[in-house]
T-cell receptor, first 112, second 111 residues
Framework: AAGVIQSPRHLIKEKRETATLKCYPI?????VYWYQQGPGQDPQFLIS???????DKGSIPDRFSAQQFSDYHSELNMSSLELGDSALYFC???????????FGPGTRLTVL | RKEVEQDPGPFNVPEGATVAFNCTYS??????FFWYRQDCRKEPKLLMS???SGNEDGRFTAQLNRASQYISLLIRDSKLSDSATYLC????????????FGSGTQLTVLP
């Protein structure tokens, strides 16, 4: 079965640079969620989208923005990167009618 | 205090053992409950949703006690492949379905 696709899988950036992470949800899933997992920590919710509209916002820094496109894929844009942004970034998708979320393999971002 | 609390372990058990994990949540308005497993440096994978009546999926049994705000996971006949971190996860009321994770319980099944 098709799963959530994330790209790139690994990304290395310097401080103050920008990064764009992409997420392609499971086919027919209309809701996308972004989570950040720092080293040794549990995943923290950043932001979610349903039908291209932001549906919920968590601990997402103002330096980050995200959007969902007409084909339901989503992009997380990160600017003025800081060392503390180094983490695994997971995208999850679901159908709006159910609560179960399915995670992609993540993007490992390293900020030097 | 974290909204979802778990015993971090580690739990080291022999193959074939039965092991139980517990989890408590602080928000009484939490509405949905799950167990995910996460292997090192990989994504969380949904193991099972947890229902008020309790539910079973093969060797895995999940229980929910809303009065005590307590969730459990029982693994019977442990396999080496069960070695992972088990994450207790809730959706709080009014949160538009954002997942709140516990810190996870680490399980190692030994041959």
């Amino acid at each position: 079965a098709a799963g959530v696709i994330q790209s790139p899988r690994h990304l290395i950036k310097e401080k103050r640079e920008t990064a764009t992470l992409k997420c392609y949800p499971i086919p027919r899933h209309d809701t996308v969620y972004w989570y950040q997992q720092g080293p040794g920590q549990d995943p923290q919710f950043l932001i979610s989208f349903y039908e291209k509209m932001q549906s919920d916002k968590g601990s997402i820094p103002d330096r980050f923005s995200a959007q969902q496109f007409s084909d339901y894929h989503s992009e997380l844009n990160m600017s003025s990167l800081e060392l503390g942004d180094s983490a695994l970034y997971f995208c999850a998708s679901s159908l709006s009618s159910v609560n179960e979320q399915f995670f992609g393999p993540g993007t490992r971002l390293t900020v030097l | 205090r974290k909204e979802v609390e778990q015993d971090p372990g580690p739990f080291n058990v022999p193959e074939g053992a039965t092991v139980a994990f517990n989890c408590t949540y602080s928000n009484s308005a939490s509405q949905s409950f799950f167990w995910y497993r996460q292997d090192c440096r990989k994504e969380p994978k949904l193991l099972m949703s947890v229902y008020s009546s309790g539910n079973e999926d093969g060797r895995f049994t999940a229980q929910l006690n809303r009065a005590s705000q307590y969730i459990s996971l029982l693994i019977r006949d442990s396999k080496l492949s069960d070695s992972a971190t088990y994450l207790c996860v809730v959706i709080s009321s009014g949160s538009a379905r954002q997942l709140t994770f516990g810190s996870g319980t680490q399980l190692t099944v030994l041959p």
